[in-house]
């Protein structure tokens, strides 16, 4: 049961670099998001998306891009990384309005930005 | 602007030890109050609350929302090292907002 997956798990950047964080669920679920979590900060909401070819700003959204092109798969985007970005990233997905239902995590991506 | 509060940040207990976790909220659009416990890595689903007064319960866990005064307690009875744990409180309609946590550390 492969749930909600995530890739990479681990990634050190430079200050300027690109990169991509692929998420990819095999339940069919609707709504897919990413979180970021800092020390003493909770889980703050970065981007969400209701669906398919849709996306939607949360918390945070500054510095960061979405896609959902196709429903399994939400990708993050940092297009010029920065040492604030500097964090652990969580995807969550879950079948329709999460107030519904429970959410669904991946097992988190850590990332460094030098 | 959407706030959900938890108290204390921290907590250091004994094994056996009564403790309570509390949340409250202020948000535009409230369907549920969720529990989260994360150990390691992902947080894991506890509880969701959508009706005030009636209390969930799974083993030593339990949890009650109030919708008039807007917050929630998660109580856990005779704590065992296992319980050590950040827990989370999330609250929304179509997205989830969350507390910064509760970091709970049960001693032997």
């Known amino acids: 049961n492969a749930g909600v997956t995530q890739t990479p798990k681990f990634r050190v950047l430079k200050t300027g670099q690109s990169m991509t964080l692929l998420c990819a669920q095999d339940?069919?679920?609707?709504?897919m998001y990413w979180y970021r979590q800092d020390p003493g900060m909770g889980l703050r909401l970065i981007h969400y998306?209701?669906?398919?070819?849709?996306?939607a700003k949360g918390e945070v959204p500054d510095g960061y891009n979405v896609s959902r092109l196709k429903k399994q798969n939400f990708l993050l985007g940092l297009e010029s990384a920065a040492p604030s970005q500097t964090s652990v990233y969580f995807c969550a997905s879950s079948l329709f309005f999460p107030t519904n239902e429970k959410l669904f995590f991946g097992s988190g991506t850590q990332l460094s930005v030098l | 602007e959407d706030k959900v509060v938890q108290s204390p940040l921290s907590l250091v207990v004994h094994e056996g030890d009564t403790v309570t976790l509390n949340c409250s909220y202020e948000?535009?659009?409230?369907?549920?109050l969720l529990w989260y416990k994360q150990e390691k890595k992902a947080p894991t689903f506890l509880f969701m609350l959508t009706s005030s007064g009636i209390e969930k319960k799974s083993g030593r866990l339990s949890s009650i929302l109030d919708k008039k005064e807007l917050f929630s307690i998660l109580n856990i009875t005779a704590t065992q090292t296992g319980d050590s744990a950040v827990y989370l409180c999330a609250v929304g309609l179509n997205k989830l907002i969350f507390g910064t946590g509760t970091r709970l550390q049960v001693f032997p």
């Open positions: 998306s209701v669906g398919e070819g849709t996306t």
């Open positions: 948000v535009t659009n409230f369907r549920s």
């Open positions: 339940m069919n679920h609707e709504y």
